[in-house]
């Protein structure tokens, strides 16, 4: 398996991140068939991500580059927000893997190292069409949490999805 770290991405990462979203979103579009979302637009581009600048000025934020080999493969967001409107200390914002190191144990390597050094409640929402990740996070879940996993299934106007709740020592 490949070397994984995760990198804090400061402001001079900001392109870098803003390209992986490109990336992020081209994935996500086939959650989006049947919907508006996720239209390119006229310069051949998705949306920016729209909270992105947030994660250079918000305390409750943290942008990570995910490394594998010491190439950049992805990118994790964390921050505290929480989709089930419980009390939280620790959320996935969002979290990608680029293809190539996908289903070799980076996201895994990556998922936990973003999990396992911050203590308290945690929160991993997963869209409801995205069962290949909710599979994926269950197994994270599982692996990181002191104690059980509670998952949620929301359909109102905070979260259309699966929701995973657990402590981390």
Do not use: C
Request: no cysteine; glycine share 10%; proline share 5%.
């Amino acid at each position: 398996m490949a070397d994984v770290i995760l990198e804090p991405a400061g402001p001079d990462r900001h392109g870098a991140m803003s390209n992986l979203f490109q990336l992020y979103t081209y994935d996500f579009t086939e959650q989006w068939a049947g919907t508006a979302r996720g239209e390119l637009g006229e310069d051949g581009l998705f949306k920016a991500y729209p909270h992105l600048d947030a994660y250079w000025t918000d305390p409750d934020r943290e942008p990570f580059l995910i490394r594998a080999d010491g190439h950049i493969a992805g990118l994790v967001l964390l921050n505290r927000h929480s989709h089930a409107g419980l009390p939280l200390d620790h959320a996935v914002a969002e979290f990608f893997v680029v293809r190539k190191h996908r289903r070799g144990g980076v996201g895994r390597a990556a998922a936990l190292a973003a999990i396992a050094p911050r203590p308290g409640q945690w929160e991993l929402a997963v869209a409801r069409r995205n069962l290949g990740a909710l599979a994926f996070w269950r197994r994270v879940a599982a692996e990181a949490a002191d104690g059980p996993v509670d998952e949620l299934d929301r359909d109102d106007d905070l979260w259309n999805g699966f929701i995973l709740r657990f402590r981390v020592a």
